[in-house]
């Protein structure tokens, strides 16, 4: 257990609806990241977020956003929801705003299936 | 465009066997390079490599990077059923603060 929490573990939902994911970082971890897996793309990170504020971006679409509030926790709001938006999203935290000096601690993952 | 690529993608051995694991990597500016092994849940930390020709160990797991080649190698020795796992290689890169994945490499260890 690394310390990560992820809710809803499962989603299932149909296509142009609007979707929350959330996480909760491990005690004290100030960094939040988002990434998404799926079968063909394999692990993309989405965007980062160290102490509220956004700290990196990666490939997130403009109908995904996210952000992390001031009990650190993290919401990464997913819209229009299209079927190739089907995958496993997860959740990093790590303690300090860059990854190279502390490892991220993954959660569990949020499984979005779009039908 | 930033890259990262394995190989193999799908690796079946015997239990006992010797196992390199490949990552090269195209990145404007490069931070370091991780290696992760996934089973069938999240992703968990392996090592972290930023300087050339420094080996990390852990256990039966090594790694080594070359930044003038830009690559890496996994090294996992006396395999077990349980390094049955995909392991990713990421590289992290300074310009944006990204960090870019590779693709994966599948390894099934039989009895």
């Known amino acids: 257990d690394s310390g990560v929490t992820q809710t809803p573990k499962h989603l299932i939902t149909a296509t142009g609806q609007r979707v929350t994911l959330r ?6 971890d100030l960094s939040v990241y988002w990434y998404q897996q799926s079968l063909d793309q394999g692990l993309q990170f989405l965007i980062q977020y160290y102490n509220g504020e956004e700290r990196a971006k990666g490939n997130i679409l403009e109908r ?3 952000q992390q509030f001031p009990d650190l926790h993290s919401e990464l709001n997913l819209s229009s929801l299209e079927l190739g938006d089907s995958a496993l999203y997860f959740c990093a935290s790590s303690a300090r705003a860059f990854s190279s000096y502390n490892e991220q601690f993954f959660g569990p993952g949020t499984r979005l299936t779009v039908l | 465009e930033d890259k990262v690529v394995q190989s193999p993608l799908s690796l079946v051995v015997h239990e006992g066997d010797t196992v390199t694991l490949n990552c090269s990597y195209e990145v404007t500016n490069f931070r370091s390079l991780l290696w992760y092994k996934q089973e069938k849940k999240a992703p968990t930390f392996l090592f972290m490599l930023t300087s050339s020709g420094i080996e990390k160990k ?4 090594s790694s080594i990077l070359d930044k003038k080649e830009l690559f890496s190698i996994l090294n996992i020795t006396a395999t077990q059923t349980g390094d049955s796992a995909v392991y990713l290689c990421a590289v992290e890169e300074t310009s944006y603060d990204k960090v870019i994945f590779g693709p994966g490499t599948s390894l099934s260890v039989i009895p």
């Open chain 1, 23 to 28: 996480c909760s970082p491990r005690s004290g």
């Open chain 1, 64 to 66: 995904f956003s996210a």
């Open chain 2, 58 to 61: 852990s256990g039966r797991l």
